[in-house]
Nanobody
């Protein structure tokens, strides 16, 4: 069974930084795309950033230049370095993995709260 374990959320002041981690275990397929989504209260879940096995990355316009996604050498852990955080970045952040076909997996989410 595929498991995603997220960590790194918390409370931070505006302008601060946090680093999220998501480790994936149990998959027998390559983790083609790993990424982060977020959902703020009363809003729909939205893409934050993704990273492919080939090293391509994609970011939401709202986080470009402030957030950076990366993967470990084993390609089973994905990180999200979040700098210059703003109150509007407050949300539950979810790790997402696509392993080909219909194999999409989600983490349980980690709460990021940015105070003004």
């Amino acid at each position: 069974q595929v498991q995603l374990v997220e960590s790194g959320g918390g409370l931070v002041q505006a302008g601060g930084s946090l680093r999220l981690s998501c480790s994936v275990s149990g998959s027998t397929f390559r983790l083609n795309v790993m990424g982060w989504y977020r959902q703020a209260p009363g809003k729909q879940r939205e893409l934050v950033a993704t990273s492919t096995l080939g090293g391509d990355t994609n970011y939401a316009d709202s986080v470009k230049g402030r957030f950076a996604i990366s993967r470990d050498t084993a390609k089973t852990t994905v990180y999200l370095q979040m700098n210059s955080l703003k109150p509007e970045d407050t949300a539950v952040y979810y790790c997402n993995v696509y392993a080909g076909g219909a194999r999409y997996y989600w983490g349980k989410g980690t709460l990021v709260t940015v105070s003004s």
